[in-house]
Each structure stands twice: as C-alpha cells, then as structure tokens.
C-alpha cells in the first residue's frame, strides 16, 4: 500500500447560474440562498471541515463576489453586534472566515459546461501528489459521519483512483440519476465498471446514484485536461470515472450512510429546508403543528 498525504483540500462547485431560482439568482450565486438562516454553501463548508478538511476551493464565476464577502469579516455588522451585547451572535459571525482557508477561482467562459469543467478550472492548485475532496455545491447531506469524512475513510484503506459517493433510489428518479455498474470480480469493495449518466429506467445499471461527494486523485485531473466532452457536448465526471475504469484505474462506488438532500430546484430546495427545519430544536414545536394545520385545511 503505497503512502500518501492526508486529504486537506476541498474543491467546491459553485459557478452555475442557477437559472432555475430567477430572478432569485440574478445578482447573487444559488449556494447563497438561505437555508433558514446560513447559505447553502456554509452546509458544505462546515460539512468538510467536519471530515479534517482545512483548504477550501471555491469555483465561482463573474458575479460571485458576495460569496467571497461572506467567507470574510464584516467589521460593522461585528461592531453594531459588540454595542449591543449580542455576544452569541457576535461569536457566530466572527467565527465563519475562521472555518477553513478559503481560495476563489472564477470559471473562466472559454471552458465546457459540465459538472466536471470545475476542476479543469483548479487544476494548477492540486499537486500531482495529492488527492482531493470534491463537492457539488447543490447538494447538502445530514450524517452522524459527515460523508466526505465516510469517503476519505475509504480512500485512506485502499488509495483508490478515485471514489464517488452513492446511494440507492427509487425507480421513479433513476433517470435522473448517474448509475453505476459494479465489477463483478473487483479488487476493493465496490469497484465499478462503468457509470451511465440519466438512463432511461431499464436501462440503467443500478439504482445506486452518485452524488455530489468524492475523492479524487491526479489521475482524475490528468484525465479532465484530455477535454473529452460527452452527452450533450459536456464534460461530465462520470465520463471521466468510466475511462480511468476502462484504464485498469480502480475507481469505487462507495455507499454512504446518512441523508442525502438536493437543492438544485426550487421544490427539492423547499424540501430540504422544510427537512431541516424539522430537526432544528428552536423550530420545530412550533413549525411541525403549523405544517400539519396547514395539511389539514388544504
């Protein structure tokens, strides 16, 4: 088993437009839409740095500058917070920029779409010695684990090529999933033999469905900057799995355990606030019969 140095660094994806949320979207990122009371993209910070992560790569395009303010000190906001004794609330702002080491990279418009173009865009800040978390920024997770803490677990016992996270789901959504393909003789646990990107049910390989958490080696990278668009002229990560496994790479399709949540449209995003807001001591007395009433009088 060949050494390697701990994963520190998490790239996170957060340069879509987020054209499903206009005209919410229009002047501010999707991953800086509340979920109660933090951005989305807190949710996935504060997930990575629970899993051991301390460098945060933020891919974000033209416009994404409040995301960058967010992640710094607010001076007034902390002196009006001071004067008025609000110690807890002062705490809680003072200690955001202090979560990880934050990085910007805008996407630049010369690059393909796709979901795996955001590492094209960071490439020269991963050493080709390292491997690396990589997170969508639409999808937010609830685990006793954290799941990026599950996946890097794993890396850790076998050093795969690469790992994505995954999760049974039902028929009725499998098409809109990316599904895996195990290798029936693998050498580590769940090593797969191809990915398929939104098959139609019946023809996907599996209703175990990626998600947005992995583990990524350079092979990954060195692979991305081929420039191999797929469906739909896009370079796509499970493209990109699916040579590296056709390579004699081992990439793994771990399952995970925990809650896997989407905001990536405005119902799933109100589902998830809603699921959230459940779980939350100071909301849920009041909000569970409020929800029920409201049911009921339908």
């Given amino acids: 088993m060949k050494e390697s140095h701990p994963i520190t ?27 109660i009371d933090k951005p989305i993209i807190q949710y996935l910070v504060e997930e990575a740095v629970a899993s051991g992560i301390t460098d945060i790569v933020l891919v974000t395009q033209h416009g994404a500058h409040i995301m ?17 004794g609000k110690t807890e609330l002062l705490k809680m702002i003072r200690a955001i920029p202090t979560l990880a080491n ?30 690396f978390v990589y997170m969508f920024g639409d999808d937010v997770t609830i685990s006793k684990t954290p799941v990026v803490k599950q996946l890097i677990d794993v890396y850790e016992q076998y050093h795969p090529s690469a790992i994505l996270a995954v999760q049974e789901v039902p028929d009725n959504i499998v098409e809109k999933m990316g599904t895996v393909k195990y290798k029936e003789n693998p050498k580590y646990p769940y090593e797969i033999e191809l990915g398929v990107e939104k098959a139609p049910l019946g023809e996907n390989p599996s209703n175990m469905a990626q998600f947005g958490r992995f583990v ?20 796509w990560v499970i493209d990109i799995l ?25 119902l799933a995003y109100l589902e998830t606030t809603l699921e959230l807001a459940i779980k939350r ?10 929800l029920k009433n409201l049911v009921a009088h339908l």
């Fill in 9 to 35: 660094k998490a790239v996170i994806a957060a340069a879509g437009y987020g054209t499903r949320f206009l005209p919410a979207t229009k002047n501010q990122p999707k991953q800086m839409l509340p979920l």
């Fill in 68 to 84: 960058e303010d967010y992640f710094d000190n607010h001076y007034e906001i902390e002196d009006i917070l001071e004067k008025r």
């Fill in 102 to 131: 934050f990085y910007y990279v805008r996407q630049k418009k010369h690059l393909p779409y796709g979901n795996a173009v955001p590492i094209l865009a960071v490439k020269d800040l991963i050493d080709d010695d390292e491997a």
């Fill in 216 to 235: 990524f080696t350079y092979d990954v990278v060195r692979e991305i900057e081929k420039m191999k668009t797929g469906k739909n002229n896009e370079l």
């Fill in 242 to 266: 699916n040579d590296l496994a056709q390579a004699g790479k081992h990439v793994l399709a771990q399952p995970v355990e925990g809650r896997w949540m989407t905001t990536g449209d405005p």
């Fill in 281 to 290: 001591d100071d909301i849920k007395d009041e909000l569970i019969p409020y």
